[in-house]
């Protein structure tokens, strides 16, 4: 039973680059939740989705990031343009669900992907 | 919205009791507690709903009051392993499940 999978786990950018992060959730899992942790710090939530849909991008910020969760493939958090700024770990958390509940559900977190703007 | 954890560090002997704490000024729908070392990924351990409590391991428990929004986590006769940062996330009343989380609380636990 695999868990949440997240690739690359390390990613290296210069300035401008693109930057595409990717998250599978576990089997039977369609909510997906996008986390950015600087060092030292807590995890601040960016944006949450379900299978083409996006719930909630209240955490994230207006320009340059975008998240998609199609209804085949991967969550895909995207930055463009990146910056310095932009280095941190990115973690994604999924969770079983069917439908839009206020049913509180654990979120398992994928192993996290480090971005590095160089 | 982001709740706030005490103490932000805390170093133990083995075998040493610690309390964490979590206090929102928002009305929450529950709380979930997580451990993460160094690197890695954050780790469940429980989740406290408003009404009620859970117990997810075995010397590790938590409470969860709701007229103060106020969790606690206990963890009693600390292992080597308990060492890492534990942070809790909360989820409003508002429904919107996603979840806010604090600034973490740093265990150290020395032989």
């Known amino acids: 039973n695999a868990g949440v999978m997240q690739n690359p786990r390390h990613l290296v950018r210069r300035r401008g680059q693109e930057a595409r992060l990717r998250c599978s959730p576990m089997?039977?899992?369609?909510?997906v939740y996008w986390y950015r942790q600087l060092p030292e710090e807590g995890l601040k939530f960016m944006v949450y989705?379900?299978?083409?849909?996006?719930?909630?991008e209240s955490g994230m910020p207006k320009e340059r990031f975008s998240a998609e969760f199609p209804k085949e493939g991967p969550s895909i958090l995207r930055i463009q343009q990146v910056v310095r700024g932009d280095s941190a770990a990115y973690f994604c958390?999924?969770?079983?669900?069917?439908?839009?509940?206020?049913?509180?559900?654990?979120?398992?977190f994928g192993p996290g992907t480090r971005l590095t703007v160089l | 919205q982001q709740p706030v954890q005490s103490p932000q560090a805390v170093i133990l002997r083995e075998g040493e009791d610690a309390v964490i704490n979590c206090s929102s000024s928002k009305a929450l729908y529950s709380v979930h507690w997580y451990r993460q070392k160094h690197g890695e990924a954050p780790v469940f351990l429980m989740i406290l709903l408003k009404g009620g409590e859970q117990k997810g391991h075995e010397k590790i428990s938590a409470s969860f009051n709701e007229k103060k929004q106020q969790s606690s986590l206990y963890l009693t006769a600390s292992q080597l392993s308990y060492s890492g940062t534990y942070f809790c996330?909360?989820?409003?009343?508002?429904?919107?499940?996603?979840?806010?989380f604090g600034t973490g609380t740093r265990l150290t636990v020395i032989p």
């Open positions: 089997k039977g899992h369609s909510h």
């Open positions: 996330g909360t989820e409003l009343m508002t429904g919107a499940n996603n979840l806010f």
């Open positions: 958390a999924t969770r079983p669900g069917q439908g839009v509940t206020v049913a509180p559900d654990t979120q398992y």
């Open positions: 989705l379900q299978k083409e849909n996006i719930i909630d």
